[in-house]
């Protein structure tokens, strides 16, 4: 048991603040559309409660996919937080089916839900000063999971470029609380207008617009974690990793070199050529030192090196120039 708790305290905070939350509006919103019969409050409920199982999914597999290889997984759990992703994003889908299926019918045959407009507002009002604050939070998880600080009220803005090297977790919690956000204004501008036009067809539409952005949030999500758990190879890390080791005087070429992504950290392996006549001892020495460099690097938690001798055969191909390399690891590091 003790190892248990000890993984859920290592899981993506931002989730789990977000499944509370989540899981306080949904119950709030569903009392609202009990009261209201208010479509654009079922489409929100709906919404607010996927939210909150998916995130409370998402931090539980985000603290096993910490657990340290064994015997029988040498590679460790790291793909167990893509995999529960997959799992979870499947009951966001239904949800956003129930969510179009329910506007839809609401549009074709439309009810006047004036009676407890204000309740209704009142709850989106708290939903969206609740949804906005658990957003600014992934924000700045997104912008610290890549080195960048003290973004203040501007971390919204500021986290978007580096949405996609941020961890899964705190990605699909950016990506859905960003969705709720939004769907709150649309249900508060929906309810108001339709109040004042009579154009109560509205609400429905307007709750088929949200199931759709939750069904984009279904299918970002399921194609970045897909690809994690086949294990996709990170681009930008494979060339900063691989520019750095070539700097190393022992080393004259890289014949081979990956650098995997599983879950939340990366697997590098290396095979470097260097001089033959360098003696094993001599080897070992350049081996330590390259390995603890590689995994100082951000998001680096096991490496395997092995050398091969010189021949002759340019392998590495993706030098970049000074000024270059140190402008980008400035910015990604």
Known sequence: MSEIFKLLKGGNKPSLVAAFVNLFLGLLKGAAYFFTGNVAMFA???????????????????????????????????????LVCLGAVLIVAILSYETIKEGWHHFLHPIESSEGMFIALGVLA???????????????????????EHAGLLAIPKSIAYLNRAKPATKLVWMEDLVATSGNILAFLAIVIAYFTGFYALEGLISMVIGLMMFYVVGRVFLDNARGAIGETDEEMLVHIGNMVMEDPHVTDIQRLEVVKEGEFLHVELVAETDPNQSLAYLDDVRDHLKDLILSQKGVNKVTIAFDEEDGITEWKHYKTKDNTDSDRKESF
């Not at 000063?129 to 610290?144: N, Q, T």
């Open 44 to 82: 929100e409920m709906m919404h607010s409660l996927g939210d909150s199982a998916n995130q409370f999914f998402v931090f539980i597999g985000s603290a096993l996919s910490k657990k340290a290889p064994t015997k029988r997984y040498p590679n460790g759990f790291g793909r167990v937080v893509n």
């Open 126 to 148: 708290i939903g969206f000063i609740l949804e906005a604050f658990v957003l600014h939070k992934a924000a700045k998880e997104v912008l610290h999971e890549v080195g960048k």
